[in-house]
């Protein structure tokens, strides 16, 4: 029933969003080149209020489509972008972005080793927004779509952002996310010291990893869902990721961690998702894995919900995951079920485990 009213009210929002497409103000002519830091290109700089459709060849570029701080109200819709070196899409200190029904796929092709996080679409500092009903996949990068706050203490590479913002409050719903190697499916993270991502809602989307599949040169798709506070005294807060499906990843399937000092997973919830062989292949390829997340579950497993408590964290302030729930889930084939470490309080009510050695299983201390 829960789910029923939300997909109402999403559903409610997301037209809302559409029939407001009219008062857009189309851009005759993509303006196209540098974005005036070092030698970054973009196939469409956006303007404010535009909307983007059609084919976006950015071969040759670094980014497909660039949205740069405080560029409001763009939309992206039925559009085909693809070809970039780097990301498909980025985004940077803004808000109002609606990336929707459109195929972002097959770019971050040549990805510029300065910058440290490639994906098809890339939100840093966005707030307000949607990434809704996209096919995306084919990067050679560092996975499908992140929601990042934005910080200029983080060197990124790319544009310097002009304030430390915060990503909340955002939606990314009914995406296909497939096929993009060598980083996770989608990300909602907290990038920046003392930064925030808050009220974000990762809804109904296909999350596909790599299974057993021939990889190529290109790389493992990790295929996974990350909610994280990465950077010291960073939080994630109040995150949702419900009804999604995600099969195959090479790491948890569904993950909620704080990796550094001070760093807090608070109140963010993981229900109703579908989560098979998550972490399949873990034991096949343990150098995959990030070697600074000692407080992983030590076999494959479905969700995981963990503050990275290591040496390096423990003082003087150790990371925290508080109140974090894990209701109404259904973990297919999987060692450990649900995995949780040095995390405190929450629920975890109603999960469904088919073919699973052990349902729960916790740690607590310094891995």
């Known amino acids: 029933m829960r789910a029923l009213v939300i997909s109402i009210v999403l559903l409610f929002v997301l037209s809302a969003v559409l029939l407001g497409v009219g008062s857009y103000a189309a851009v005759p002519g993509n303006q196209s080149g540098t974005i005036g830091i070092g030698n970054l290109t973009a196939a469409v700089i956006a303007q404010p209020g535009e909307i983007i459709t059609g084919t976006v060849n950015a071969t040759g570029y670094s980014f497909g489509v660039y949205i740069g701080p405080g560029v409001t109200g763009v939309l992206i819709y039925h559009a085909h ?19 929707m029904d459109s195929n972002i796929s097959d770019n971050v092709q040549h990805p510029d080793p300065a910058i440290p996080d490639n994906k098809e679409v890339g939100f840093y500092g966005v707030s307000n927004s949607y990434i809704v009903g996209n096919i995306i996949t084919g990067s050679k990068g560092d996975g499908g779509v992140s929601v990042y706050s934005s910080s200029s203490m983080v060197p990124t590479g790319m544009p310097v952002p002009n304030v430390n913002a915060s990503g909340d409050n955002n939606f990314i719903a009914d995406n296909y996310v497939a096929n993009d190697s060598q980083g996770c499916g989608i990300v909602v993270a907290a990038w920046g010291p003392g930064q925030t991502v808050a009220n974000n ?35 994630a807060i109040d995150n949702v990721v419900l009804d999604n499906t995600v099969i195959g990843g090479l790491e948890d399937g569904i993950i909620i961690n704080a990796e550094a000092p001070g760093a807090a997973d608070i109140g963010n919830e993981i229900a109703g998702n579908y989560v098979k062989l998550g972490a399949f292949q873990r034991l096949n390829n343990p150098p995959f894995d990030n070697a600074s997340d000692l407080n992983l579950a030590p076999a494959p497993n479905g969700i995981a919900i963990y503050a990275n408590l290591i040496p390096q964290t423990s003082k003087p302030s150790p990371p925290m995951a508080q109140d974090n729930i894990v209701v109404d889930n259904t973990i297919v084939d999987e060692a450990i079920g649900i995995w949780v470490a040095n995390a405190y309080g929450g629920a975890y009510i109603g999960n469904v485990f088919e073919n699973v050695t052990t349902n729960f299983q916790s740690f607590y201390g310094t891995g």
């Not at 989307?205 to 990889?215: A, C, I």
């Open 201 to 235: 809602w990762i809804f109904n989307n296909v999350v596909m990893g790599s299974l057993l599949t021939q990889h190529g040169p290109t790389g493992f798709a990790v295929g996974t869902i990350v909610v994280a506070a990465d950077f010291p005294f960073s939080s």
């Open 81 to 99: 972008i693809f070809g970039a070196s780097d990301h498909g899409v980025l985004a940077v200190d803004t808000s109002g972005i609606s990336v």
